[in-house]
């Protein structure tokens, strides 16, 4: 974060970080009106302009929601404001929100891949359980391998078209 020759302060501090971080972030008002509300506020597109614009006040509770749904501290966002689009660090300031939200996405995709690990080692555990038990029985179990069939148009796929030259 960036401090400012002209030092802002109290809501005018709240309104500035809430526009720069909001556009830095490619959110519309519509999107942190949304966040907002999920967050458990009663909130529209206008009182986020309002905000912005200063012609609306914001309480304190506000702050601390608007700094949540824009995943910044909230100490921050009451007390440094951040670089404006007509200085340096605004792009670097950008490039950083693009790099939480493609780690943001990249957890969630992890966090996503050792669920599915976790119900195929559960399934499999389970499957061999109970075939182990009907051989037990003497009961004829066969094991076959479960057909795999590659994604369509993926490297594996067989109906895949090749490249055609004429494109």
């Known amino acids: ?3 400012r020759y002209k030092a802002l302060e109290g809501e005018a501090l709240v309104a500035h970080n809430l526009k720069v971080l909001r556009k830095a972030a ?3 008002q519509e999107d942190v ?7 458990g ?3 529209h597109q206008t009182q986020v302009a309002k905000i912005e614009n200063g012609t609306r006040p914001v309480r304190f509770d506000e702050v601390i929601g608007l700094a949540k749904a824009l995943s910044v501290p909230p100490a921050n966002f009451m007390t440094e404001a951040v670089a404006g ?6 792009e670097l300031q950008e490039a950083g929100f693009r790099l939480q939200a493609a780690q943001l996405e990249w957890r969630t995709a992890h966090d996503i891949e050792q669920g599915a ?3 195929l080692d559960e399934a499999e555990r389970e499957y061999d359980e109970i075939a182990e038990r009907l051989a037990a029985q003497g009961i004829a179990v066969t094991v076959d ?6 994604a369509p148009n993926s490297k594996w796929d067989p109906l895949r078209k090749a490249p055609s030259a004429d494109r």
């Open 26 to 28: 490619r959110l519309s």
């Open 1 to 3: 974060m960036v401090h």
């Open 33 to 39: 009106a949304e966040r907002m509300t999920r967050l």
């Open 41 to 43: 506020f009663k909130f």
């Open 117 to 119: 690990k976790a119900r």
């Open 145 to 150: 391998e479960p057909e795999w069939y590659p």
């Open 85 to 90: 689009p007509d200085e340096p660090d605004y």
